[in-house]
Nanobody
Framework: QVQLVESGGGLVQAGGSLRLSCAASGTIFSIATMGWYRQAPGKQRELVASVTSGGSTNYVDFAKGRFTISRDNAKSTMYLQMNSLKPEDTAVYYC???????????WGQGTQVTVSS
């Protein structure tokens, strides 16, 4: 069984920064595509960024230039550095681990990010 635990959320003023972490238990981390998603009140969960097992990254438009995703396979931990935060970034941020070929997909419990104007 895989467990994903997010941390690092909180309240920050617009223009500020936060660094989210996702710590994974189990042995799949190094072969999983890891991703950060977010869900704002009344909205659907959406992808923020992802990083493959090989280190290739993908960002959605709103994250480009402001957010940086990274992973440390030795620590089984993924990060999301968020800079220049905006009130519209307010959401619960979720960690996801996906191994498509094995049909394995796991979610963390989420961490709240609130950006005040």
């Amino acid at each position: 069984q895989v467990q994903l635990v997010e941390s690092g959320g909180g309240l920050v003023q617009a223009g500020g920064s936060l660094r989210l972490s996702c710590a994974a238990s189990g042995t799949i981390f190094s072969i999983a595509t890891m991703g950060w998603y977010r869900q704002a009140p009344g909205k659907q969960r959406e992808l923020v960024a992802s990083v493959t097992s090989g280190g290739s990254t993908n960002y959605v438009d709103f994250a480009k230039g402001r957010f940086t995703i990274s992973r440390d396979n030795a620590k089984s931990t993924m990060y999301l550095q968020m800079n220049s935060l905006k009130p519209e970034d307010t959401a619960v941020y979720y960690c996801n681990a996906d191994i498509n070929w094995a049909r394995m997909n796991y979610w963390g419990q989420g961490t709240q990010v609130t950006v005040s104007s």
